[in-house]
């Protein structure tokens, strides 16, 4: 297993839709989650630079799907989706976004992962719960993210935390759905999320093993 080294990551390509993405080889962890949920600013915490992700005060800022290379022949890759739920935008285009990420987490061969960001402070709004669906649905492994935990004392960070974790146990997803705390702000929570990805990212890395038993 080759190591993942975060810090390395570099802009790959802009797609403005699902149908124009590089080529399904390879694996991509996606990053998913309502508009300023802080998608962008968990990206550039991950890889350690400031401005690879754009990131902005203004909700809506990522209108096209953003990929990065984690590796030299861009076969391990990081995407960043445009964050849903954003107000101004038409509910016809809403609902097209929305079909398109189900679609995507379905049919995307080389998606490893969906990373689900949430702001601690209102975790599991309906499109959330969606996207969590869909993913079940289509057996797509997901990881929560409750971001801004540097807005909550601790006791309440934690106490989110638990409550996201049981509300999947509840519902009987807990196998596919993690969940844990972040802050792109301090950078607590980089190490986790770093482990969980590289696991996902290393999964389809040697594709020539899965035949040769
Ligand atoms: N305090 C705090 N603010 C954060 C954190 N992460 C993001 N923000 C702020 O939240 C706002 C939105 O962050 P983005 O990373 O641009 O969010 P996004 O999900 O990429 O948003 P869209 O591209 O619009 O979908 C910015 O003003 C960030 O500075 C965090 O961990 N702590
Ligand atoms: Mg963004």
């Avoid at 390395?8 to 962890?29: I, M, N």
């Avoid at 800022?61 to 953003?66: A, G, K, P």
């Avoid at 890759?77 to 849903?84: I, Q, S």
């Avoid at 989110?160 to 607590?188: C, H, I, P, R, Y």
Wanted: proline share 4%; aromatic share 6%; charged share 25%.
């Amino acid at each position: 297993m080759t190591e993942i080294n975060f810090q390395t990551a570099r802009f790959l390509t802009s797609a403005p839709s699902l149908r124009e993405c590089p080529p399904e080889t390879g694996a991509e962890v996606a990053f998913a989650g309502r508009s300023n949920a802080g998608k962008s600013s968990a990206i550039n915490r991950l890889t350690q630079s400031s401005k690879l992700a754009r990131t902005s005060k203004t909700p809506g800022r990522t209108q096209l799907i953003n990929y990065f290379a984690l590796d030299e022949d861009a076969q391990q890759r990081l995407v960043d989706l445009p964050g849903y739920g954003y107000a101004k935008v038409p509910l016809a285009t809403k609902k097209k976004w929305q079909a398109h990420l189900s679609e995507y987490l379905r049919e995307r061969q080389s998606l490893s992962g969906l990373v689900l960001l949430m702001d601690i402070r209102h975790p599991m709004q309906e499109f959330d719960s969606m996207m969590i669906n869909w993913a079940v649905e289509a057996e797509m492994r997901v990881h929560i993210l409750l971001t801004k935990a540097d807005k909550l004392k601790r006791g309440a960070t934690k106490n989110t935390l638990l409550q996201v974790q049981k509300t999947m146990k509840e519902a009987n997803v807990a196998d596919l759905v993690s969940a844990q705390t972040f802050s792109s702000l301090k950078g607590d929570g980089v190490k986790e999320l770093q482990a969980v990805l590289s696991g996902w990212l290393a999964l389809q890395d040697s594709p020539d093993l899965t035949e040769a038993t």
